[in-house]
């Protein structure tokens, strides 16, 4: 059974500061892993898939990096509407199946 | 641009069915390139996969569920439904159905949830 766990559970970072968050597949997922944002009460909303590609209309502060077993979410310069919970997951191929993190939650320090 | 809209019951009793339907507007259900989801998020948890559905009626659920999850999809109404049986109050959370997508070039694919319904709570209350 596949389990992603991020890290840390909570960040606490200043607007215009950068923000590391973290996710780690308990085994090899390759670069099939993507990255979303939620804020309270909406839906999530896709920002990177294949681990580091930025889906359509996402900033470019927006960064992913990693691939195997670690992976980072970057966000440069947070603006305050960057301030969510932010949910890794990894896509399996065959059988087709999704398995999510269990998020960060990004706060203003 | 595609939307999606959840509907169905916002309580249903112990050890009864689940059943939502996904209304989907703006957009094809039987294009072969996507395929429909059902996602659910238990009040401050984490999100949790239920299963998809192909255009062709093929399914995957999640293991965990899998023993009581129904997804099917109704094409000349542009829906697609979940039934999830003999629910308890652990099932009781938010409910979103959701679109997925093919991400990728070439020969390689990845498929993500792209577009999103409003989501909505189901409690599980005798």
């Known amino acids: 059974e596949m389990v992603m766990t991020q890290s840390p559970a909570t960040l606490s970072v200043s607007p215009g500061e950068r923000a590391a968050l973290s996710c780690r597949a308990s085994?090899?997922?390759?670069?099939?892993l993507a990255w979303y944002q939620q804020r309270p009460g909406q839906a999530p909303r896709l920002l990177i898939y294949?681990?580091?590609s930025r889906a359509n209309g996402i900033p470019a502060r927006f960064s992913g990096s990693g691939s195997g077993t670690e992976f980072t979410l970057t966000i440069s310069s947070l603006q305050s509407e960057d301030f969510a919970v932010y949910y890794c997951?990894?896509?399996?191929?065959?059988?087709?199946?999704?398995?999510f993190g269990q998020g960060t939650k990004l706060e203003i320090k | 641009q595609v939307q999606l809209q959840e509907s169905g019951p916002g309580l249903v009793k112990p050890s009864q069915t689940l059943s939502l339907t996904c209304t989907v507007s703006?957009?094809?259900?039987?294009?072969?390139?996507?395929?429909w989801s059902w996602i659910r998020q238990p009040a401050g948890k984490e999100l949790e996969w239920i299963g998809l559905?192909?255009?062709?009626?093929?399914?995957?659920?999640n293991p965990s569920l899998k023993s009581r999850v129904t997804i099917s999809l109704d094409t000349s109404k542009k829906q697609f439904s979940l039934r999830l049986t003999s629910v308890t109050a652990a099932d009781t959370a938010v409910y979103y159905c959701?679109?997925?997508?093919?991400f990728g070039s070439g020969s390689y694919f990845q498929y993500y949830f792209d577009s999103w319904g409003q989501g909505t709570l189901v409690a599980v209350s005798s």
């Open positions: 997951l990894h896509y399996n191929i065959r059988p087709p199946g999704y398995t």
């Open positions: 085994q090899s997922v390759g670069s099939n």
């Open positions: 294949g681990a580091s």
């Open positions: 703006g957009g094809s259900v039987t294009s072969g390139s996507y395929s």
């Open positions: 559905v192909f255009t062709s009626g093929n399914t995957n659920y």
């Open positions: 959701a679109r997925v997508s093919p």
